[in-house]
């Protein structure tokens, strides 16, 4: 059998049969037992302090392992912290990216429609607009019948009034014939009565008679000359009335112009 130092019971009894006594052999007194004893004392302590030793190195060994395995066991934990905080960060990025997403999402619906609302705004002006146009053209055309209207009734005045003038010229003509056609009879009486008077007296008269017919003629040239002045002037007349009428639709087409014009500028 081995003890505990790894010694054997054969070895010891063979030291104590060198030292010739035998070691559980008390029965011997004096110096040399008590050597003996000494010695197993000796060997005893330092059996014990071997295995203190092997304990202490046991425990240094099991402590090492123990913080081996503890600095693993935390080596494990921080990795699994590790790959919890990594996922946590992809978590949060992936929510962030998508509240992005969203509020890029919401931004181009609100800018969607915002130009829908413009461009219900500008179809709306588009159709004011046109609504207006439509008015200024039913304006302009009713300013155009006016103005046709008017221009129908100064023609139709100005044909009234060269009717007037035409129908004033003939009576005025058939009232100077009918004064000439009586003339010419009252000096043909007068005529006739010198002739019964006696023959010198009729050439008396007749030769009277004749430069009577010479200042007739010329008064009725005189009278003609003046009828064509007065003609002529009434033709003038008429012409600066036309003139005027002409000026003044001139004038109201160009304020009508500038109205318009206003009105575009305004709008």
């Not at 005189?222 to 003609?231: G, K, M, N, S, T």
């Amino acid at each position: 059998m081995e003890d505990e130092d790894g010694k054997s019971s054969g070895a010891k009894e063979g030291t104590k049969k060198a030292n010739g006594a035998d070691p559980w052999d008390f029965r011997g007194s004096g110096r040399g037992g008590e050597e003996e004893e000494e010695e197993e004392e000796e060997e005893e302590e330092e059996e014990e302090e071997e295995e203190e030793e092997e304990e202490e190195e046991e425990e240094e060994e099991e402590e090492e392992e123990e913080e081996e395995e503890e600095e693993e066991d935390e080596e494990e934990e921080d990795e699994e912290d590790d790959e919890e905080d990594e996922e946590e960060e992809e978590d949060e990025e992936e929510e962030e990216e998508g509240e992005e997403e969203e509020e890029e999402e919401e931004e181009e619906e609100e800018e969607e429609e915002e130009e829908e609302e413009e461009e219900e705004e500008e179809e709306e002006e588009e159709e004011e607009e046109e609504e207006e146009d439509e008015e200024e053209e039913e304006e302009e055309e009713e300013e155009e019948e006016e103005e046709e209207e008017e221009e129908e009734e100064e023609e139709e005045e100005e044909e009234e009034e060269e009717e007037e003038e035409e129908g004033g010229e003939e009576e005025e003509e058939e009232e100077e014939g009918w004064g000439g056609g009586g003339g010419g009879g009252g000096g043909g009486g007068g005529g006739g009565g010198g002739g019964g008077g006696g023959g010198g007296g009729g050439g008396g008269g007749g030769g009277g008679g004749g430069e009577e017919e010479e200042e007739e003629g010329g008064g009725e040239e005189e009278e003609e000359e003046e009828e064509e002045e007065e003609r002529r002037r009434r033709r003038r007349r008429r012409r600066r009335r036309r003139r005027r009428r002409r000026r003044r639709r001139r004038r109201r087409r160009r304020r009508r112009r500038r109205r318009r014009r206003r009105r575009r500028r305004c709008m």
